[in-house]
């Protein structure tokens, strides 16, 4: 069998207020790590001020008591400047967002298999949460 370090890796941007995320959500974070599911295997918080200009903090510069000492990051620095420039594109003026790098460690169990058996995943593609929640319910509304 093939053994990969690696599964495949999605990056996120989540916004949120001010400098720094929620204390729950970076508890929500740590309690899915916490699960195996899925590693962090980078966080880098983006703020945009007001006049566009980006200012970036590697949360492994930054583990100054907030919450993010609890988090266990892999590989800081996976996460590259054109990556963060096109997701920082995406924030708007006055606002910040966590960019956060997360394996999906179920998924590299899943391309171990696939490539001992001779596959190749030649696509994959995420539909987000909201979009899917929102078709079921038109689905289901339909149905009754």
Not at 29 to 34: K, N, R, S, T, V
């Given at each position: 069998m093939t053994d990969f370090r690696y599964g495949p890796v999605e990056l996120h941007l989540v916004g949120f207020e001010g400098d720094r995320p929620d204390p729950r959500t970076l508890a929500a974070?740590?309690?899915?790590?916490?699960t195996g599911e899925i590693r962090l295997l980078d966080f880098i918080i983006v703020s945009?001020?007001?006049?566009?200009?980006v200012a970036i903090v590697e949360i492994e510069e930054d583990a100054d008591g907030s919450g993010f000492e609890e988090l266990e990051i892999?590989?800081?620095g996976l996460v590259g400047e054109e990556d963060i420039d096109d997701f920082a594109?995406?924030?708007p003026p006055g606002s910040s967002a966590a960019l956060i790098a997360l394996e999906l460690a179920f998924a590299r169990t899943l391309a171990e298999n696939l490539t001992a058996g001779g596959g190749v995943v030649l696509r994959t593609e995420r539909v987000p949460a909201p979009i899917v929640n929102a078709l079921l319910d038109v689905v289901e509304q339909e149905g009754e």
């Open positions: 974070l740590g309690q899915l790590l916490g945009k001020a007001e006049d566009g200009t892999l590989s800081a594109a995406q924030i």
